[in-house]
């Protein structure tokens, strides 16, 4: 028998077992929603393609200025892309997201190659405005078009696999920064076992959202929850679901 469907706070979701490549579960899964700093998978998945990861970025001082989350970089520092990723992914920082955008090519070019990245990946629901996920009234994503984002970079992106997974890293100070040490604000990674991480995100208008991986047994579960009032409750609660259903053949 399928497992019963499961109940959850967000308004849009989706489960996907990844080694399968089957949908599990769906929930309002086309279904245009700001998503926050999830966001900043695309980003990073951006980056990873224009710039090699011990590329050297300058902060601009435009991108110390910017709402928090911040990884707490200042304007005249220079990191690399590795650095700057480790604080977007980790601590969801802002100013990260617009040093990454700022650094590489020019902020405007950089949001095009976001959306052109989503052309790829055949995403029908989703624009991308800003680096970072902030409310504007053309970000918006869903959650099937999340999935595919999550997948892609487990799948094809194993340096942005390896920080997403990371529960904290330590960056030593240089003579060209202060240290960092970006603490995973994905509470998953702590207390769902098998957790691999992706990333949590909360704006006004998305509520808690979140795309949260995990690997059993050799199956690798992907859930995406946008809209929530409860996001890591309703993660787990969509993983066990995948974890307990059985693939069909």
């Known amino acids: ?18 080694t399968a490549g089957q949908i599990l579960y769906q929930q309002a899964p086309t279904t245009r929603y ?24 300058t902060v601009p001082q435009a991108a110390t200025q910017v709402e928090p989350n911040h990884m707490g970089i200042s304007t ?10 480790d604080g977007l ?7 990260a997201a617009e040093a990454i955008a700022m650094g590489i090519v020019d902020r405007a070019s950089f949001i095009r190659f976001m959306n052109q990245k989503g052309a790829a990946l055949h995403l029908k629901a989703s624009h991308f405005t800003n680096p970072s996920g902030l409310d504007e009234p053309d970000h918006y994503s869903s959650a099937y078009d999340l999935a595919v984002v999550s997948a892609t970079l487990l799948t094809d992106y194993p340096d942005l696999r390896a920080i997403v997974g990371s529960k904290q890293i330590s960056i030593y100070a240089t003579p060209q920064h202060k240290a960092f040490n970006p603490i995973n604000i994905d509470r998953l ?4 076992p098998g957790a691999i991480g992706l990333k949590p995100g909360y704006t006004g208008a998305a509520g808690y959202c979140i795309a949260a991986a ?6 690798t579960i992907v859930a995406v929850v946008l809209g929530s009032t409860q996001h890591f409750t309703d993660a787990a609660t969509l993983l066990d679901f995948g974890f307990r259903h059985p693939v069909s053949r």
């Open 76 to 85: 005249g520092e220079k990191l690399t892309l590795r650095e700057l990723l």
């Open 214 to 219: 995990a690997t059993r047994n050799g199956r």
């Open 1 to 18: 028998p399928i497992a019963e469907a499961p109940l959850i706070k967000g308004r849009a979701a989706i489960v996907v077992d990844l």
């Open 34 to 57: 700001p998503e926050a700093s999830l966001t900043k998978l695309m980003t990073a998945m951006v980056a990873a393609d224009l710039a090699p990861l011990d590329t050297v970025i």
């Open 189 to 192: 990674l702590w207390t769902y």
């Open 89 to 95: 992914l980790l601590d969801s920082g802002n100013d």
